[in-house]
């Protein structure tokens, strides 16, 4: 089971995705600030598909918005599974409005790295467990030892994470937006 530590409280951004998404079908555009909660949402959620698209839809003249950028930059490393390079990204000064969401953002990267090394892992090197998680090594053995494992010789003995199954409630839901921003990026493009 998940650390104390490690869990963190779930945010609902599901109302954010939709009204934006909404917003953007009925203006035709967002705001440089808009596009940049959307795609904050969307690695929130680990809807990285979501966020490629987006980007394309993304007026040229806002993609130089230094924020926006930023969180397109994060999207791309978790996309190509350069989770060190997301964890920089994500560790640099946001605004206000950003900072919460990429500590969730981060937290969540944490959680499910944690459930694959569970999973996946007999042992792993400490150094190699820090890069994954995006800690120090002080960092990393307080999550060892709050996750109940082992840390010997160097290794972590990690514990397989149990979860219940959760079946596939809400993916047709998400399918139907998908289908509905690619008719409207379709009709955008054309």
Known sequence: MPSPNMISEQLDVSFVIEELENDE??????????YTKLFSAYLYTNELCAAKFLWRRV???????????????IGKALW???????????????????EPIMAAIKRRIQQDTLKFISMHYENIQ???FQTFMGVDKEQAERIVESEGWTCKDGYVL????????LGLGGSQ????RLVTLSSF?????N
Request: with cysteine; net charge negative; glycine share 2%.
């Open 25 to 34: 079908i009925q203006e035709g555009s967002l705001t440089a600030e808009q």
């Open 173 to 176: 839901e998400i399918l139907d």
């Open 80 to 98: 190509s599974k350069q989770y060190t390079q997301a964890y920089e990204l994500i560790d640099c000064k946001w605004s206000d409005v950003l």
């Open 185 to 189: 990026t379709s009709y955008i493009e």
């Open 158 to 165: 990690p514990i397989a994470i149990s979860e219940p199954d």
């Open 126 to 128: 400490l150094d190699k």
């Open 59 to 73: 007026p040229e003249s806002m993609k130089a918005d230094p924020e926006l950028y930023k969180v397109w930059s």
